[in-house]
T-cell receptor, first 114, second 117 residues
Framework: NAGVTQTPKFRILKIGQSMTLQCAQD?????MYWYRQDPGMGLKLIYY???????DKGEVPNGYNVSRSTTEDFPLRLELAAPSQTSVYFC?????????????FGPGTRLTVL | QQQVKQSPQSLIVQKGGISIINCAYE??????FPWYQQFPGKGPALLIA?????SEKKEGRFTISFNKSAKQFSLHIMDSQPGDSATYFC????????????????FGQGTTLQVKP
């Protein structure tokens, strides 16, 4: 199993550009999450999904959108990128089996908006 | 509004020493308290976790101490090693409501640990 994969690893955007951060998991997990990590701030939840077709906002959803058309994929869309969106983005997933508490994280995408 | 406060922000410990990281929470409806370990350039990974009905949990050199009345919990790393140098995050999860638990975690600010040889 590859676990949780994210692409791209790095990206530089200009202000006003748009992009999609890709996230995929091969563990058949129902729950998926997007976080952003800023220095000294911990991880903040952007959006989450409890299954295909179901998404909801987290703590910091403004400027982002998500979709969940399949169990495996959970892309994060940035529209009209702003410098405040410069961050490291992590996708995570969680199952519903015996280890249902654990969230498995991807390697992250480092995004810079100039 | 930050609901989980973590301290210290950074910590330097000599090899073989004890590393202690503290967290405090405000919401009494949390039902699960994990600690995540993150190495540079990597995603966080679950290290150890505890439920509020237990006062202590130990896994190898790592121990969580939990004080429900004080709404505090801490991570102790015994015999700290240079390989333990990483950023550590505490977190808390809201209790189940209605049809299930969404698993949303509230993270602390993180502690960067450096273990000197």
């Amino acid at each position: 199993n590859a676990g949780v994969t994210q692409t791209p690893k790095f990206r530089i955007l200009k202000i006003g550009q748009s992009m999609t951060l890709q996230c995929a998991q091969d563990m058949n997990h129902n729950y998926m999450y997007w976080y952003r990590q800023d220095p000294g701030m911990g991880l903040k939840l952007i959006y989450y999904s409890v299954g295909a077709g179901i998404t909801d906002k987290g703590e910091v959803p403004n400027g982002y959108n998500v979709s969940r058309s399949t169990t495996e994929d959970f892309p994060l869309r940035l529209e009209l990128a702003a410098p405040s969106q410069t961050s490291v983005y992590f996708c995570a997933s969680r199952g519903t089996g015996s280890s249902y508490n654990e969230q498995f994280f991807g390697p992250g995408t480092r995004l810079t908006v100039l | 509004q930050q609901q989980v406060k973590q301290s210290p922000q950074s910590l330097i410990v000599q090899k073989g020493g004890i590393s202690i990281i503290n967290c405090a929470y405000e919401n009494t409806a949390f039902d699960y308290f994990p600690w995540y370990q993150q190495f540079p350039g990597k995603g966080p990974a679950l290290l150890i976790a505890i439920r509020p009905d237990v006062s202590e949990k130990k896994e190898g050199r790592f121990t969580i101490s939990f004080n429900k009345s004080a709404k505090q919990f801490s991570l102790h790393i015994m015999d700290s090693q240079p390989g333990d140098s990483a950023t550590y995050f505490c977190a808390a999860r809201g209790a189940s409501r209605g049809s299930g638990n969404t698993g949303k975690l509230i993270f602390g600010q993180g502690t960067t640990l450096q273990v000197k040889p």
